[in-house]
């Protein structure tokens, strides 16, 4: 009793010690995995995201950029493919307006102005026909430049807007061509891109006034909301925190996007509150971690459940092991009975030599004295020569049997050779048949003509084909009759002989189809078998480059196929007789 309690204390701890090796070995890869994933995902995450502003802020810049050099372009065009005078005509820069304005409302007026900034021509919404712009900023820069695009401005109509203007010189006097792009058309132009429910896209001059209004902080013309000092090279991205560098800044901390336009020198800035902007690594975050927390639970579970499996496999590994000594224990009594075997065996050989040497003797006597025995009658010298035959043969049964003794006890030498399965296996059936029809066996041959030798161990297939047809007359036991089945057959695909032995016996159950060629293992009643008999025989068959296989069905027979190939190639030579030089 102190025993089975001592044993069952070594279980327990030994599957606490599982438990706790399992989780120290899953629980801490676990933690360096997910935390390195964690980092690599967050910053990979952050980089995307980074790029993604990039690359939406670069593409804005050259649609704006486009827009305002398109818009420039059209202007030169109508103002240096067109006389001057042209031009001045009312109903002339009228139908240019609206020509300009078919493809969208870019222009809100245009206007013609000479080199005094009088109004010359004006098509637009406003009356600004007698308005002189020669004090103007914009009017002094075309006039320097020729070429202009000014910061927003309210001027002589008090709205905030824009202008391109462009210069021409003729016969040295200057023509100004002036538009005002639209405001609301230049607006959803830059707000196009709409970054969430907090993202915002705007434009500021060098000053830091802007040049649009945003969609949530400040108006045209009026200080935009970030720091200039923030933008400070040509084009760049950040993490813009609320005071720190920047005490006073009442702002969210906030993912900035900025570069710089070429024409005018305008910044576009692309921003957008920082925990909107990355609230999907946020949330991959968190459910990284309760995926992680789940994980853990998962592997206590599973640790504890393979720890008790695998105590569970120890001790029926323990019992198995306790069933194998017990059987060690019989098979070293069959080897010592073997042992015993091979004594009578060598013993039995002596006589028998003597007995076969005194037959010769008397043989060739009977040859040597056939002149003085002419008087016996010739039907008794018949006899006598055919009894001495049948003794020779007896004796050399005797012989047969004993080494096939011999073969079961110890393993001696045997060398390849040519056998035609046919005869052999019709040898082999003529030793068992005699007794398989005692207890109404009979044997059905199937056997295929002309099928080509094959190079084999003679000693070895012998003790194959003995323990397969025996076992088939040992599975009709307390059957009133049945039958056994020999048959050969080629097998061209493996280049070789098919041998096939079925017998009508009680069957295999299902379960026991794969345990019937492991060692000690036998359907047979115990002390009727040893469990050896089929698993020797596979191990030979695989030695020989065979194959051999089994199917069967409870209560209807087993059918057990053997495949031997015409030759033995040389490795498996070297494997048998390295095997042969192992057991000697």
Known sequence: MSGKKEKKDQYSRLYWKFVLITLACSIIPLFLVGWGIYSYYSGFSRIRMENYFKDQIGYHQKI??????????????????NSCEYLKQHENIVRIFNTMNIEGSFFTDLGLIDGDGRHLAYAGPYDLIKKNYSNTVWFKEVMKKGVYISDMFT???????????????????????????????FRSLV???????????????????????????????????????FFHEE??????????????????????????LENPRWKLVLKQNYSEAFKDVDHANRAALIFLHLSLIAITIISLISARYMIYAIKKWDEKADRLNRQLIEASKLASLGELSAGVAHEINNPLAIILTENQIIKDSLDELSD??????????????????VIESQILRCTKITKNLLKFSRHINSSMEQINLNTFLEEIIQLIEGRAKVINIEFIRNLEKNIPSVVSDPSQIQQVFLNMINNAVDAHEGMPYG???????????????????????????????GKIFDPFFTTKPVGKGTGLGLSISYSII?????????????????????????EITEGLKDNLNSTKDGRK
Request: glycine share 10%.
């Open 64 to 81: 704006i950029d486009m827009f305002l050099r398109e818009r420039t372009y059209d202007l030169k065009l109508v103002l240096f493919t």
């Open 155 to 185: 001027g002589f109509r008090n709205v905030p807007h824009f202008i391109i203007a462009v210069r021409r010189s003729n016969n040295n006097r200057n023509y100004i061509l002036r538009a005002t792009i639209d405001t609301e058309y």
């Open 191 to 229: 707000e196009n891109v709409k970054m969430g429910k907090t993202g915002e896209v705007y434009l500021s001059n060098q000053e830091g006034i802007l040049q649009t209004t945003p969609r949530y902080s400040g108006k045209i013309m009026e200080k935009a909301p970030l720091p200039a000092e």
């Open 235 to 260: 084009s760049g991205i950040g993490i813009l925190e609320s005071g720190g560098k920047y005490p006073g800044r009442n702002f969210p901390r906030q993912l900035v996007a900025y570069t710089w």
């Open 372 to 389: 003085e025995l002419s008087d016996l009658d010739e039907k008794f010298k018949t006899e006598l020569s055919d009894s001495l035959s």
């Open 483 to 513: 039958k056994i089945t020999v048959g050969t057959c080629f097998d061209k695909i493996r280049n070789g002989v098919e041998i096939s032995i079925s017998d009508t016996g009680s069957g295999i159950a299902s379960g026991y189809i």
């Open 542 to 566: 695989k030695n020989l480059g065979g194959d051999i296989s089994v199917q069967s069905e409870l209560g209807k027979g087993t059918e057990f196929k053997i495949f031997l190939p015409y």
